[in-house]
C-alpha cells in the first residue's frame, strides 16, 4: 500500500483556477488506476476524477465535464488535477486514492490522507 499526499487547494474567487497534486509513495504508483474524490460537509464523498494505470482512460463526474483534467506522471508517482472555471459548489476537501474499480470508481486504499482544501468564493 502506498502512501498518498494531496497538495495544491487554497481559496479562489470563481471562475479561477487550481492544480492539484497527488504524491505517492513506493514502486507500485504505475500499477493501479488512480482517482480524485471530493467531500463537502455533510455531503457523500464523490468521485470527481479517475485515470488509468496508462493514462489512456479518463472518467469525469458530469458536474466537472469540460473544466477538470486528470494526469498523471508514473515517473513521478504524481498525479494531478487541473480545475479551471471554478465554481462555489467546487468547494470541498480533495483526496486522492487507487481505483479499486472503474465501473464502480470505489477507492482501493481503505486509509485516507488528510486532503487539501478548495474554496471557491463568488
Known amino acids: 500500500q502506498v502512501q498518498l499526499v494531496e497538495s495544491g487547494g487554497g481559496l479562489v474567487q470563481a471562475g479561477g483556477s487550481l492544480r492539484l497534486s497527488c504524491v505517492a509513495s513506493g514502486r507500485t504508483f504505475s500499477t493501479y488506476a488512480m482517482g480524485w474524490f471530493r467531500q463537502a460537509p455533510g455531503k457523500e464523498r464523490d468521485t470527481v476524477a479517475a485515470?488509468?494505470?496508462?493514462?489512456?482512460?479518463?472518467y469525469y463526474a458530469d458536474s466537472v465535464k469540460g473544466r477538470f483534467t486528470i494526469s498523471r506522471d508514473n515517473a513521478k508517482n504524481t498525479m494531478y488535477l487541473q480545475m479551471n472555471s471554478l465554481k462555489p459548489e467546487d468547494t470541498a476537501v480533495y483526496y486522492c486514492n487507487g481505483l479499486r474499480d472503474w465501473v464502480t470508481r470505489a477507492p482501493l486504499y481503505p486509509d485516507w490522507g488528510q486532503g487539501t482544501q478548495v474554496t471557491v468564493s463568488s
Open positions: 485515470i488509468s494505470r496508462n493514462g489512456g482512460n479518463t
